[in-house]
């Protein structure tokens, strides 16, 4: 069967498109902020606005399909990953980048069927960088083929990974004793750009190689997860098991053994996962 949901995927990239140029208006804008799990789990009304334009516009045309929407699970929409076909979306990854107008913020599209991921497409929109990945079919920016880096030595390496939004004093301790280990491998360097989708597209791209975080959530990570493999990459839990979408555990790196590598220093902990009975 050739190119099974590329319409699906065509219609992501163009409704990603549109929703990015809305998140670029309105950074420019007064906004009302509010908070969600934490103080410092932020959610504006755009995040909550782009959400619907991209249901809807979904909805219009594959109305028997799914959703699971970071800002509709916050409104009490399950968040369960049937057998359906799937929409995973993350109207603005990056919220407090956006909130601040730190330039790295993407709208991120994943697609699943039988809870395999299908496509994944991550629109970095202040820099105008359109991220696409099909199974089978490669990863690309911009309509440019990606590639994981080729380095295999970890200590040339640079990881990305963030601080997230849980600043339970045992997790913070967690994150930076990890963040720690890692740094003192040595590596060349630890970075972040505030958004767990675009971090993960700077792994397809090679220019980073690895990134892993505890407690992000599916619609952070699930179109770059198809990114990062079809760049050629390697998705993997952080105690080393195969990558569980809703487990809210992710490493993506270049290669197994910069993966295993990591995994060795990470003080692994398991927040309540995203199909968590409410
Ligand atoms: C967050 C970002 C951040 C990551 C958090 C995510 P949001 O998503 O991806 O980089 O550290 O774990 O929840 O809240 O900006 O959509
Ligand atoms: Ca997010």
Redesign the pocket.
């Known amino acids: 069967m050739t190119d099974v949901w590329q319409s699906a995927m065509d219609h992501a990239v163009s409704v990603a498109r549109k929703a990015g140029s809305l998140v670029r208006e309105a950074v420019q804008n007064e906004m009302k902020v509010m908070t969600k799990s934490s103080s410092v789990?932020?959610v504006t009304q755009t995040d909550q606005k782009v959400e619907t334009l991209i249901i809807l516009s979904v909805k219009d045309k594959f109305p028997t399909h799914r959703f699971i929407g970071?800002e509709s699970v916050a409104a009490g929409e399950p968040c369960v990953l049937t057998d359906s076909p799937t929409w995973i979306i993350?109207p603005?990854?990056?919220?407090?980048n956006f909130v601040h107008g730190y330039p790295f913020v993407a709208v991120s599209i994943g697609f699943a069927v039988n809870k395999q991921l299908e496509f994944g497409v991550v629109y970095s929109c202040i820099e105008d960088k359109m991220y696409t990945g099909k199974k089978g079919k490669g990863a690309f920016c911009n309509g440019q083929p990606l590639q994981v880096s080729d380095q295999k030595e970890i200590n040339q390496a640079i990881i990305a990974t963030?601080?997230?939004?849980d600043r339970d004093p045992e997790v913070v301790e967690r994150i930076f004793s990890s963040m720690r280990k890692i740094l003192c491998l040595p590596v060349h360097g630890i970075r972040?750009v505030?958004?767990?989708?675009t971090?993960m597209c700077l792994v397809a791209s090679g220019c980073v190689e690895a990134y892993y975080?505890i407690?992000?959530?599916c619609w952070?990570v699930a179109a770059a997860a198809v990114i990062v493999s079809e760049a050629g990459g390697v998705l993997m839990d952080v105690e080393g098991g195969p990558f569980d979408l809703m487990s809210r555990r992710v490493v993506a790196a270049n290669c197994r053994s910069i993966a295993e590598r990591i995994v060795k220093e990470i003080d692994a902990f398991s927040p309540p996962r995203d199909d968590a009975p409410q």
């Open positions: 789990d932020l970071e993350d603005v990854d990056g919220t407090t963030e601080f997230g939004s972040g505030g958004t767990a989708a971090n975080e407690g992000v959530h952070d």
